[in-house]
Protein backbone atom coordinates (compact mmCIF):
# COMPACT_ATOMS: atom_id res chain seq x y z
CA UNK A 1 0.00 0.00 0.00
CA UNK A 2 1.18 3.24 -1.13
CA UNK A 3 0.28 6.62 0.40
CA UNK A 4 1.06 10.19 -0.05
CA UNK A 5 0.28 12.77 2.95
CA UNK A 6 0.86 16.56 2.52
CA UNK A 7 1.62 18.86 5.39
CA UNK A 8 2.31 22.44 6.10
CA UNK A 9 -0.70 24.21 4.70
CA UNK A 10 -2.57 26.91 6.44
CA UNK A 11 -4.10 31.13 7.20
CA UNK A 12 -1.18 33.36 5.73
CA UNK A 13 -0.91 37.05 4.79
CA UNK A 14 -0.26 38.17 1.62
CA UNK A 15 3.69 38.62 0.79
CA UNK A 16 3.84 36.12 3.14
CA UNK A 17 4.94 32.54 2.60
CA UNK A 18 4.39 28.59 3.24
CA UNK A 19 6.76 25.37 2.38
CA UNK A 20 4.63 22.04 1.90
CA UNK A 21 5.64 18.74 2.09
CA UNK A 22 4.23 15.55 0.79
CA UNK A 23 5.91 12.08 1.85
CA UNK A 24 5.54 9.19 0.04
CA UNK A 25 5.48 5.99 2.65
CA UNK A 26 5.06 2.20 1.93
CA UNK A 27 6.29 -0.49 -0.27
CA UNK A 28 7.94 1.53 -3.11
CA UNK A 29 10.32 0.36 -5.58
CA UNK A 30 10.71 3.91 -7.50
CA UNK A 31 8.96 7.30 -7.61
CA UNK A 32 9.63 9.13 -11.20
CA UNK A 33 7.77 12.68 -11.81
CA UNK A 34 6.65 13.95 -8.50
CA UNK A 35 4.25 17.07 -8.67
CA UNK A 36 2.01 19.68 -6.90
CA UNK A 37 -1.45 21.02 -8.34
CA UNK A 38 -3.86 23.33 -6.87
CA UNK A 39 -7.53 23.42 -6.67
CA UNK A 40 -8.99 27.02 -6.06
CA UNK A 41 -12.45 27.54 -4.85
CA UNK A 42 -15.31 26.95 -8.00
CA UNK A 43 -12.77 26.01 -10.73
CA UNK A 44 -10.83 22.55 -11.89
CA UNK A 45 -7.30 21.26 -10.36
CA UNK A 46 -4.26 22.64 -12.11
CA UNK A 47 -0.80 21.89 -12.33
CA UNK A 48 1.33 24.41 -10.34
CA UNK A 49 4.99 23.00 -10.79
CA UNK A 50 6.69 19.59 -10.93
CA UNK A 51 10.24 17.65 -10.62
CA UNK A 52 11.72 14.86 -12.30
CA UNK A 53 13.19 12.04 -10.67
CA UNK A 54 16.65 14.10 -11.94
CA UNK A 55 15.74 17.10 -10.58
CA UNK A 56 14.65 19.44 -13.53
CA UNK A 57 11.72 21.71 -13.08
CA UNK A 58 8.81 23.07 -14.67
CA UNK A 59 6.48 25.81 -13.29
CA UNK A 60 3.00 27.21 -14.48
CA UNK A 61 3.88 30.73 -15.61
CA UNK A 62 1.79 32.69 -12.56
CA UNK A 63 4.22 31.02 -9.97
CA UNK A 64 7.50 31.17 -11.66
CA UNK A 65 10.12 33.14 -9.42
CA UNK A 66 7.82 32.72 -6.36
CA UNK A 67 7.53 29.21 -5.96
CA UNK A 68 10.10 26.67 -5.97
CA UNK A 69 9.91 22.71 -6.08
CA UNK A 70 12.16 20.27 -4.43
CA UNK A 71 13.08 17.00 -3.78
CA UNK A 72 14.48 14.66 -1.00
CA UNK A 73 14.98 11.22 -2.79
CA UNK A 74 15.84 9.66 0.17
CA UNK A 75 12.90 10.51 2.21
CA UNK A 76 10.59 10.30 -0.70
CA UNK A 77 9.41 13.45 -0.17
CA UNK A 78 8.55 16.63 -2.38
CA UNK A 79 8.48 20.49 -1.41
CA UNK A 80 6.42 23.62 -2.84
CA UNK A 81 8.46 26.86 -1.34
CA UNK A 82 5.53 29.56 -1.50
CA UNK A 83 7.38 32.71 -1.49
CA UNK A 84 5.27 36.33 -2.07
CA UNK A 85 1.97 34.41 -1.71
CA UNK A 86 -1.10 36.38 -3.23
CA UNK A 87 -4.53 35.95 -2.13
CA UNK A 88 -5.11 33.77 -5.59
CA UNK A 89 -3.08 31.53 -4.52
CA UNK A 90 -5.79 30.42 -1.75
CA UNK A 91 -6.84 26.80 -2.63
CA UNK A 92 -6.42 23.19 -1.90
CA UNK A 93 -2.89 21.81 -2.64
CA UNK A 94 -2.72 18.40 -3.84
CA UNK A 95 0.56 16.18 -4.72
CA UNK A 96 0.67 14.09 -7.25
CA UNK A 97 3.59 11.16 -7.60
CA UNK A 98 3.94 8.62 -10.13
CA UNK A 99 5.21 5.45 -8.01
CA UNK A 100 6.67 2.20 -8.79
CA UNK A 101 5.43 -0.43 -6.15
CA UNK A 102 7.84 -3.12 -4.74
CA UNK A 103 6.71 -5.75 -7.16
CA UNK A 104 4.69 -4.14 -9.80
CA UNK A 105 6.19 -3.39 -13.15
CA UNK A 106 3.86 -1.01 -13.75
CA UNK A 107 3.81 2.72 -11.83
CA UNK A 108 1.02 4.41 -10.63
CA UNK A 109 -0.47 7.64 -10.48
CA UNK A 110 -0.71 8.57 -6.64
CA UNK A 111 -2.67 11.27 -5.21
CA UNK A 112 -2.64 12.60 -1.72
CA UNK A 113 -5.70 14.28 0.16
CA UNK A 114 -4.14 17.78 -0.03
CA UNK A 115 -3.37 20.65 1.82
CA UNK A 116 -5.25 23.80 2.27
CA UNK A 117 -3.69 27.46 2.00
CA UNK A 118 -5.58 30.62 2.70
CA UNK A 119 -3.39 33.89 1.83
CA UNK A 120 -5.47 37.01 3.09
CA UNK A 121 -5.41 40.43 1.66
Known amino acids: QVQLVESGGGLVQAGGSLRLSCAAS????????MEWYRQAPGKQRELVAR???????NYVDYVKGRFTISRDNAKNTVYLQMNSLKPEDTGVYFCNADIRPTGSPYAVRYWGQGTQVTVSS
Open 26 to 33: GNIFSINV
Open 51 to 57: ISSDGST
